[in-house]
Every structure is written in C-alpha cells, then in structure tokens.
C-alpha cells in the first residue's frame, strides 16, 4: 500500500525557515509529479510547489516564489521542500502529494491521487 509520510513542520518566528520531508512507500513506481500542498484554517487548499520528477521542472505559487523550493532524491523516494523567509501567512497544515499519471498537467489538486496526513507550520510574527 502506497503511503506519503510528511515531517518537518513546526513553529518558527517570521523570517525563520524550516524544511519539510516527504517520505513515499509502498511503490516501486515512480510518480510523474510531486506536489506539496497547504491548508490554513477557515480556508481553501492551494498548491504551494510542484515537481515533475522525470524532468525536475518545477513550479511554484506566486506567494512562494523565491523563498520556496521543492527538490527530490529519487534513490531514497523523498520529496522536500525548503521554506525560507517565513511570513505568518505561510501558517498552515502542509501536505504532499503524488500523482502517477503520466501527462497530467499536476496543477489541479484533484489530479493527485494519493495525499499524505499533513505537518503543521505555524510561523509567529
């Protein structure tokens, strides 16, 4: 059975960084894209970073860019995604996500199809 395990969340002030992890089991396949994803209360789940693991394009969210980064270490089936410089705003539960079909434009989060229980930011300001 598949199964998407994130760490790394925590509390940091604004302005500090954290690293999440991505631990995927459970398949030999690879996933065609990675996405990480968050969800504050009260509002809707957006994309925050996504990567294409064949090619390891990426995109980013408006909010993020620059002080984002998603990476992968295929040998060990990790996905991160390294948080600099952050804002109260970016205080949310994270999650990652992995998608199998291949071609999919991985920009919608309904294209994924396996998500894992998320890990908390919280960043105080």
């Known amino acids: 059975q598949v199964q998407l395990v994130e760490s790394g969340g925590g509390s940091v002030q604004a302005g500090g960084s954290l690293r999440l992890s991505c631990a995927a089991s459970g398949t030999t396949y690879r996933s065609y894209c990675m996405g990480w994803f968050r969800q504050a209360p009260g509002k809707e789940r957006e994309g925050v970073a996504r990567i294409y693991t064949a090619t390891r394009s990426t995109y980013y969210a408006d909010s993020v860019i620059g002080r984002f980064t998603i990476s992968q270490d295929n040998d060990k089936n990790m996905v991160y995604l390294q948080m600099d410089s952050l804002k109260p705003e970016d205080t949310a539960m994270y999650y990652c996500?992995?998608?199998?079909?291949?071609?999919?434009?991985?920009?919608?989060?309904?294209?994924?199809?396996?998500w894992g229980q998320g890990t908390q930011v919280t960043v105080s300001s």
């Open positions: 996500a992995a998608n199998w079909r291949v071609g999919d434009t991985c920009d919608d989060d309904n294209d994924y199809m396996k």
